[in-house]
C-alpha cells in the first residue's frame, strides 16, 4: 500500500519553491493528462520516504478564523538545529510560525508553520539528546 500527502496551492510555482528550499532533498515533475494543475513529488532520506505531491487548490480555502480544512502532515529533520534553520528559511520565504517549537518528552522537537500558500505543516525532529 502507497499512501501519499497532496498539499493544495494557489500558486504551485511559489509552493515548489518553498517547499524545495526548506527541504532540498524534495523533487517535484508536472503531471500530463489531468485536469488539474498537479506535480508528482517524492521524499526520501535514509529512515523516510514519502510521495508528496502539489496541485493547484481545487476549491476555496475556508474564512479566516475557523481553521483547516485538512489534516496536518509533519516532516521531519535530523536535529533541533535543523528545525531552527527550517524556520529561518519559513521565514525568509514569506511562510509564518504557527506554533514556536516545543519538547515532546524523551523524543525531540516539534513546531508547526504555514506555507505560503496558507497550509499548515509540522516539523520534528528525529533525534533526541537530553
Same mark, same amino acid.
Given at each position: &500500500?502507497?499512501?501519499? +500527502?497532496?498539499?493544495? !496551492?494557489?500558486?504551485?510555482?511559489? =509552493?515548489?519553491?518553498?517547499?524545495?528550499? #526548506?527541504?532540498?532533498?524534495?523533487? %517535484?515533475?508536472?503531471?500530463?493528462?489531468?485536469?488539474?494543475?498537479?506535480?508528482?513529488?517524492?521524499?526520501?532520506?535514509? =529512515? %523516510? *520516504? !514519502?510521495?508528496?505531491? #502539489?496541485?493547484?487548490?481545487?476549491?476555496?480555502?475556508?474564512?479566516?478564523?475557523?481553521?483547516?480544512?485538512?489534516? $496536518?502532515?509533519? %516532516?521531519? $529533520?535530523?536535529?533541533?538545529? !535543523?528545525?531552527? *534553520?527550517? *524556520?529561518?528559511? +519559513?521565514?525568509?520565504? @514569506?511562510?509564518? +510560525? =504557527? &506554533?514556536?517549537?516545543?519538547? #515532546?518528552? *524523551?523524543? @525531540?522537537?516539534?513546531?508547526?508553520?504555514?506555507?505560503?500558500? @496558507?497550509?499548515? %505543516?509540522? $516539523?520534528?525532529?528525529?533525534?533526541?539528546?537530553?
Amino acid at each position: &500500500m502507497q499512501i501519499y +500527502v497532496e498539499i493544495q !496551492a494557489d500558486d504551485c510555482t511559489r =509552493a515548489i519553491k518553498f517547499y524545495t528550499t #526548506i527541504f532540498p532533498s524534495w523533487s %517535484f515533475t508536472p503531471a500530463e493528462g489531468l485536469p488539474i494543475e498537479y506535480h508528482r513529488g517524492t521524499f526520501s532520506d535514509s =529512515a %523516510f *520516504e !514519502a510521495a508528496i505531491n #502539489i496541485l493547484k487548490r481545487p476549491a476555496p480555502t475556508p474564512a479566516q478564523g475557523h481553521g483547516t480544512n485538512a489534516f $496536518v502532515c509533519s %516532516f521531519p $529533520v535530523e536535529d533541533e538545529k !535543523a528545525l531552527d *534553520e527550517l *524556520e529561518k528559511k +519559513v521565514l525568509e520565504l @514569506g511562510g509564518q +510560525v =504557527a &506554533m514556536a517549537k516545543f519538547p #515532546i518528552p *524523551e523524543r @525531540g522537537w516539534h513546531g508547526y508553520f504555514l506555507d505560503t500558500e @496558507g497550509n499548515t %505543516f509540522g $516539523v520534528f525532529t528525529t533525534s533526541y539528546r537530553e
